[in-house]
């Protein structure tokens, strides 16, 4: 029998954390989105008809007050601290699941306060009383069952937990996925997805699925989801002991008492950690955090991941963690003194099989971990901004598709790039996009202008295009035009409602877009770091009254 977990469970927590930042009232629909759709939204959103998933357009159309935020996990973790920290003042063993969600072995609480009921009642009344902030507590065991019996309000009796979540739907399983990373995520609800089409509807008709068939059927990842479904662990009791040598500490001289300077230190620790754990063939699964400042003030905490930590994952903890102390209000002990102390200490580790990484993962090979830690040393020299790595974003225009975010940061898009979008540019992709746009001038025949009509059409075929002040190449071939318009119904909205466009909003913009094959150059034009000299085509885009060379095709 898996042990007896107590799980503390604060509903909506991105929400109440947004809101508590801007502080806003408990009666104000908020909504938290992450790429244009609702990540968590507040009871009164909810009234409102707006869901999670839920597209930012139709979230608004549903409920014309809400109030939008942007998903920030730092903002989450800093303002759940004073949570942490109000029920460790009562109970040791404190997990941190993800901000919002922290696990705690419930023998201990339970014997100390009379009952399961009991000690369940002192930490609702506790975090109420010195964090004024709502939660739920489950009990049960093994750790799934307990997050589930939370979301529920419920204690299930020793033993129970099979039969608690026998009749509960198989879709329960994707409840966790919110603390995976995307692709864990997604594969989670493909799973899901799968099971339903198979008929399969509850988490008992999964658990009785024979474990060996599982495997075979699903792989590996699906077997500790069926694990849990069966109300046992999601990894087996019995796991490897980490050796004590692998703890890593580092002396901050002098101390740090901001975030992102102790955040440089963590990113070099986690890679060192990381490093020994790949050696011995392991990879982390419970992280122990320890700070200590030279006033001798300590904060120690223990993060569990469903999945082995990358290095990446573990410095976001670790800031996540320092965040929350040092910038920490009311309800928590901010410290004195700065961070002079700096620990990381692996509490549970699995075989590094658990562990898949991209083939182009910052963390495989020795010579990708070796430019990792040569990039973070230019960035504490020079500054984050200083190193930047391109990803690929969604959208319709080339400004929009590539954006550059700091060596170490979350490589997520702002916009999910393999969606349809609707007037995007076909395959192939301009090779050559200046960092801002040429000017251009496109001539017809008779040497005059070429426009745009009102119903978006070339006033005349293009002849000549010339490019960055009078450098003039012939047209031999052209396509379009191609006219997008974005965000048209932001005026719309605002001219229903009687009112104007908020400054804050992003204005329309339309667009009209042709790709024009050019002749070879047969004179002095541009320099070849711009235009070949041979034949070459180019993407003109005409906005804002003008013509604009977007990219070029090589």
Avoid at 481 to 491: G, L
Avoid at 504 to 509: F, G
Avoid at 534 to 549: N, Y
Wanted: charged fraction near 25%; include cysteine; glycine fraction near 10%.
């Amino acid at each position: 029998m898996p042990p007896r977990r107590l799980v503390v469970w604060c509903p909506d927590w991105p929400v109440v954390a947004a809101a508590r930042a801007a502080e806003l009232g408990p009666l104000v629909p908020t909504a938290v989105f992450a790429a244009n759709r609702v990540v968590a939204c507040s009871a009164t959103a909810r009234d409102s008809g707006v869901r999670r998933g839920m597209r930012r357009r139709e979230a608004q159309s549903r409920c014309p007050d809400l109030v939008v935020c942007e998903h920030d996990p730092d903002r989450d973790a800093r303002l759940f601290e004073p949570v942490v920290a109000a029920i460790e003042d009562m109970m040791p063993g404190v997990e941190i699941i993800r901000p919002g969600l922290v696990a705690v072995p419930a023998r201990g609480p339970a014997r100390y306060f009379g009952s399961e009921e009991g000690a369940a009642e002192r930490v609702i009344d506790k975090i109420d009383a010195q964090v004024g902030v709502e939660c739920q507590v489950g009990i049960a065991d093994g750790l799934f069952a307990a997050v589930l019996a939370a979301r529920r309000g419920q204690l299930v009796a020793p033993g129970l937990s099979p039969e608690f979540l026998a009749p509960l739907a198989v879709d329960e399983i994707d409840q966790l996925a919110d603390r995976l990373s995307g692709r864990q995520a997604a594969g989670r609800a493909e799973l899901v997805d799968l099971l339903r089409r198979l008929g399969i509807r509850t988490l008992g008709q999964f658990a009785a699925l024979d474990p060996a068939d599982v495997a075979t059927r699903f792989g590996r990842s699906a077997l500790a989801m069926h694990r849990a479904a069966a109300g046992r662990e999601e990894r087996p009791v019995l796991r490897r002991q980490p050796p004590p040598d692998l703890v890593v500490s580092e002396q901050l001289d002098p101390p740090v008492d901001r975030v992102d300077r102790a955040a440089f230190a963590a990113k070099a620790l986690a890679d060192l950690l990381h490093a020994r754990l790949g050696e011995l063939g392991l990879a982390c699964t419970r992280l122990g955090i320890s700070a200590r400042t030279e006033h001798g003030e300590e904060l120690d905490r223990v993060w569990r991941c469903a999945e082995p930590l990358t290095p990446a994952a573990t410095a976001d903890r670790v800031r996540w963690q320092l965040d929350g102390w040092l910038n920490g209000r009311s309800g928590s002990s901010r410290p004195t003194a700065g961070v002079s102390v700096l620990s990381l200490r692996p509490e549970e580790v699995v075989g590094a099989g658990g562990l898949q990484l991209d083939l182009l993962s910052a963390a495989t090979g020795e010579a990708d971990a070796r430019a990792g830690r040569a990039f973070a040393r230019v960035q504490g020299m020079l500054g984050p901004e200083a190193v930047l790595t391109g990803i690929l974003d969604g959208g319709r225009d080339l400004r929009d598709r590539v954006r550059f975010v700091p060596w170490g940061d979350e490589r997520r898009p702002a916009l999910a790039p393999d969606r349809p979008w609707p007037g995007r540019i076909p395959a192939p992709s301009p090779s050559v996009v200046p960092d801002s746009p040429w000017p251009a001038e496109v001539l017809d025949a008779e040497g005059r202008s070429v426009g745009i009509t009102d119903r978006d059409r070339l006033t005349a075929a293009p002849h000549r295009v010339e490019v960055a002040g009078g450098r003039s190449r012939a047209v031999s071939r052209w396509a379009g035009p191609w006219p997008v318009t974005e965000r048209w119904w932001v005026e719309l909205l605002a001219v229903a409602a009687g009112q104007t466009a908020p400054a804050t909003q992003v204005p329309p913009r339309s667009s009209v877009r042709i790709q024009v094959v050019l002749e070879a150059d047969s004179g002095p034009g541009a320099p070849e770091a711009e235009l070949d000299p041979g034949e070459v085509a180019l993407l003109l885009v005409h906005e804002q009254g003008r013509w604009w060379v977007q990219g070029a095709y090589r």
